[in-house]
């Protein structure tokens, strides 16, 4: 007979994260009591604008936390879990697991893989702090955990808006495609959430004519705009259009997920002769790589028109894994970093407009072999730059620690943005920013015990990085 393991309480320590130094601890400690319970400001984030917009209350514990959360599969399939035992749906129909119940116990029994990683700790913040629950997930206590997580999600107060201002969030920004119609932004126009909600423009499907809809897309693009986009400059003034539209519906930034951080400056006609190339599918895989390197610098051009913000997030090799690809589907956490490079790669952006000041655009970066070499001395020294959070991989402690310690004698702390957590998991939110939050007052610590900063001056800083950089940086008033 197997003996039971006995259930270990749920317990988050108030000290979390700050540093096993007592006289760091307690200046860590004095930092964060001044900032913890600061409005969170979420500028860039993969959630579901639809759940904001219905407020309907979340179906259940399955379809809430694991399903979205490529975090979560990714790492249960690196130990053999099929991903049809998660629920996880196939592209050609078949059969996968649909008991949602049954699905949470195979989590629950494996999440001990969780061990050491940012996602145990976002979970158990979540499970402690949302939902107030006081043992640890385990395979005795997944019943206990589903029903008692269900039953609070059919409460008023677990609904989407409800949420949103129990985290104390100001401010959320979701990601949308060009063509998207933001039915959903609009559905909150005179609610008030509107204000709280807010969508960002993410022209890749538009843009990367690697894609095998691309020519379609932009076909689709003059269809909403009444532009001629089969022309290079009735694409360009359609993708104007665009934009604008976004900004009536809240939109203070654009996203841009290229595979590399490469920028180019043709003149209008080889632009237009290479766009050309690309919508009648005669683009080379060089070709493709120079258009999206082309559009990057069109798009820092209109920024400087229209105000946006402009985010760059390179260097991910997406679906690596074919066979996943083929079954499943994109984002299915077989996405791996690349190794990326900045100074040749953003020169031809970055000599027409990388000295305007009135130009933000954020650099974000999978490849941390960069930071010190080549982001933090760009970005200490063009107006235009600054430096996006430790991204995805390096969402983590010591990979914010990481970022802090390799930009900031280089970069210093106002070239960089504070913290966006790029989440699809909502409930997280609150915990992936206290996280953030402690990591930046644990760092501040060091440098007052070190004396290389006063305490007052850290005390500034930390509301910088939680909440005045953010803002400055998104442009959010």
């Known amino acids: 007979m197997t003996e039971k393991k006995t259930v270990q309480p749920l317990a988050l320590h108030p000290d979390r994260l700050f540093p096993s130094d007592p006289v760091q601890r307690d200046i860590a400690r004095r930092l964060y009591q001044q900032i913890k319970n600061l409005p969170i400001v979420s500028p860039h984030g993969h959630t579901d604008p639809r759940w904001f917009a ?28 099929k991903l049809e035992e998660l629920g996880i749906r196939r592209k050609d129909g078949a059969v996968v697991e649909s008991d949602y119940r049954k699905i949470f116990h195979i989590f629950a029994k494996h999440y ?16 402690s702090e949302v939902f107030g629950l006081e043992d640890c997930l385990c395979e005795q206590t997944a019943d206990h955990y589903y029903d008692s997580i269900n039953a609070r999600l059919a409460k008023p107060e677990f609904k989407p808006r ?27 126009k005179g609610t008030g959430y509107e204000r709280k909600v807010i969508t960002t423009f993410r022209p890749d499907d538009v843009v990367d004519a690697d894609r095998a809809d ?61 766009f050309a190339r690309c919508l009648a599918s005669n683009a080379s895989a060089a070709d493709a790589e120079l258009f999206r390197g082309q559009m990057l610098t069109e798009m820092a051009g209109m920024s400087l028109q229209d105000g946006m913000t402009m985010q760059i997030h390179p260097g991910a090799h997406r679906n690596h894994n074919t066979v996943i690809f083929e079954r499943f589907g994109p984002d299915k956490g077989a996405d791996i970093p690349s190794p990326t490079e900045f100074v040749s790669n953003l020169k031809p952006l970055l000599q027409k407009y990388g000295n305007e000041a009135g130009l933000n655009i954020i650099l974000f970066t999978l490849d941390e072999t960069t930071y010190a070499r080549e982001l933090a001395p760009l970005a200490g020294h063009y107006p235009a730059l600054k430096l996006g959070p430790a991204w995805w991989f390096h ?67 930390a509301y910088e990085l939680t909440y005045g950089l953010v803002k400055k940086a998104y442009q959010l008033k």
Not at 72 to 81: E, H
Not at 112 to 127: A, E, K, N, Q
Not at 165 to 173: H, M, Q, S, T
Request: charged share 20%.
């Open 54 to 81: 219905d407020n309907a209350n979340f179906d259940n514990a399955t379809a809430l936390l694991l399903l979205p959360d490529h975090y979560v599969f990714r790492m249960l399939y690196s130990q053999g879990i």
């Open 214 to 274: 691309f020519a379609a897309n932009v076909a689709k693009l003059g269809e909403l705009t009444g532009e001629n986009t089969q022309s290079w400059p009735g694409y360009l003034a359609a993708l104007r259009q665009r934009r604008a539209f976004f900004r009536e519906h809240g939109a203070t930034a654009t996203d841009h997920g290229h595979p590399t951080a490469i920028t180019a400056d043709l003149s209008e006609s080889d632009a237009a002769a290479l």
């Open 395 to 461: 969402d983590s402690p010591e990979g914010m620690l990481r970022f802090r310690h390799q930009v900031t004698e280089t970069a210093g702390f106002y070239n960089t943005v504070g913290f966006n957590d790029d989440t699809r998991a909502f409930l997280s939110i609150p915990a992936r920013h206290d996280v953030a939050r402690r990591i930046d007052c644990r760092f501040l610590a060091g440098l007052v015990a070190e004396h290389r900063l006063t305490e007052a001056e850290a005390h500034e800083l």
């Open 112 to 127: 001990y893989l969780f061990r050491g990683t940012p996602s145990r700790i976002w979970l158990d913040s979540v499970f």
């Open 162 to 188: 409800a949420l949103l201002d129990r985290f104390n969030i100001e401010l959320i920004a979701t990601t949308e495609g060009a063509l998207n119609d933001l039915t959903h932004h609009a559905k909150l």
